[in-house]
């Protein structure tokens, strides 16, 4: 009986945020009350307050979900046969299968960390995260040879976020914007980033410039 409890708690926790997640997309992180959440929740303010106290505990919620999915999908890349056919699959299932939802929950994470201190916190613990993953993975696959061995891991982690950033927040802001179809080029352009060498790029700049005098 305890665990059937249990497990009823967790399911009406993921409801919760599933009901929070689409009241933020829809009227942003102040637009959106406790009220408009237990409306979507279809619950009493006294039954969503026994989850969560408030909004940041929600979008702190949904921010420990989402860190669990990116830890799983960096460790099943880094146990994948095939690094870049699993990366490729990694970029594909954030950059264009993820929900509006989703992508519109990022952005406003990225918008409220400049004026909340709490929100801000969630954020950078969440990027720290991700950057130890992503170089993590990244050494390892210089390891066994799927990249460049002297790869500048930290540059190359900064400009792979950098990226990703910038598709997450075009794909929130822009209706006629297409992941599926920039994809391609995001992935040649990472290959390329990662395969080079540490100072292909260094070297092609000065070769242009003594062309050009």
């Known amino acids: 009986m305890r665990r059937a409890n249990a497990q009823l708690q967790l399911d009406r926790r993921a409801e919760?945020?599933?009901?929070?997640?689409?009241?933020?997309?829809?009227?942003?992180?102040?637009?959106?009350?406790?009220?408009?959440?237990?409306?979507?929740?279809?619950?009493?303010?006294?039954?969503?307050?026994?989850?969560?106290?408030?909004?940041?505990?929600?979008?702190?919620?949904?921010?420990?979900?989402?860190r669990a999915i990116a830890a799983e999908g960096f460790a099943m890349?880094?146990?994948?046969?095939?690094?870049?056919?699993?990366?490729?699959g990694l970029a594909h299932?954030?950059?264009?299968?993820?929900?509006?939802?989703?992508?519109?929950?990022c952005a406003e994470v990225f918008a409220e960390s400049r004026r909340n201190p709490e929100i801000a916190r969630l954020n950078q613990q969440f990027?720290?995260?991700?950057?130890?993953?992503?170089?993590?993975l990244l050494r390892q696959a210089a390891a066994r040879g799927d990249i460049h061995p002297q790869t500048d891991i930290a540059a190359a982690v900064a400009m792979l976020m950098v990226m990703a950033d910038g598709l997450f927040w075009r794909r929130a802001t822009d209706p006629s914007f297409d992941p599926a179809a920039v994809l391609p080029l995001f992935l040649a352009t990472t290959k390329?980033?990662?395969?080079?060498?540490?100072?292909?790029?260094?070297?092609?700049?000065k070769e242009g410039t003594s062309h050009e005098g």
């Open 93 to 105: 299932y954030h950059f264009v299968e993820r929900s509006t939802e989703d992508v519109a929950i």
């Open 16 to 66: 919760i945020l599933v009901a929070a997640a689409r009241c933020f997309a829809r009227s942003g992180f102040h637009g959106a009350s406790m009220q408009d959440i237990c409306a979507e929740a279809v619950m009493s303010p006294g039954n969503l307050y026994r989850y969560f106290r408030s909004k940041e505990e929600i979008i702190a919620a949904i921010c420990e979900r989402d």
């Open 77 to 88: 890349v880094n146990r994948a046969p095939d690094f870049w056919s699993a990366f490729a």
């Open 192 to 205: 390329h980033m990662l395969t080079s060498g540490p100072h292909a790029g260094a070297a092609s700049a």
């Open 127 to 136: 990027d720290g995260d991700v950057k130890q993953w992503m170089g993590d």
